[in-house]
């Protein structure tokens, strides 16, 4: 089974910073896109930024110029850059990766999803 564990929130002031990261592990052939959504209290879960396996990203318009996806193949971790945060991007963040794995020598191809960590910006 793949999992995908997730560091980096926390609370923080406005205009501030945070770095999230994700590793993936388990018995991985590869590792497709991989991304970030977040969810606050009574909202969806809308995604935030996406990266692909060869680099290419797009992200939600809330966040552009602020938020930085990127991603580490040789780890199979994304992480997620946030600068100057404001209120509105406290949340529950998740992530995302679409996997290729083997087991018992089958291929499956699957979503998974990391815990979440809860994000807060706050005076």
């Known amino acids: 089974q793949v999992q995908l564990v997730e560091s980096g929130g926390g609370l923080v002031q406005p205009g501030g910073s945070l770095r999230l990261s994700c590793a993936a592990s388990?018995?991985?052939?590869?590792?497709?896109?991989m991304g970030w959504y977040r969810q606050a209290p009574g909202n969806q879960r809308d995604l935030v930024a996406s990266?692909?396996?060869?680099?290419?990203?797009n992200s939600a318009d809330s966040v552009k110029g602020r938020f930085t996806i990127s991603r580490d193949n040789a780890k199979n971790t994304v992480y997620l850059q946030m600068n100057s945060l404001k209120v509105e991007d406290t949340a529950v963040y998740y992530c995302?990766?679409?996997?290729?794995?083997?087991?018992?020598?089958?291929?499956?191809?699957?979503?998974?999803w990391g815990q979440g960590t809860q994000v807060t910006v706050s005076s």
């Open positions: 995302y990766a679409r996997v290729r794995r083997i087991e018992y020598y089958r291929a499956y191809e699957s979503d998974y």
């Open positions: 388990g018995s991985i052939l590869s590792v497709y896109t």
């Open positions: 990266i692909s396996s060869s680099g290419d990203t």
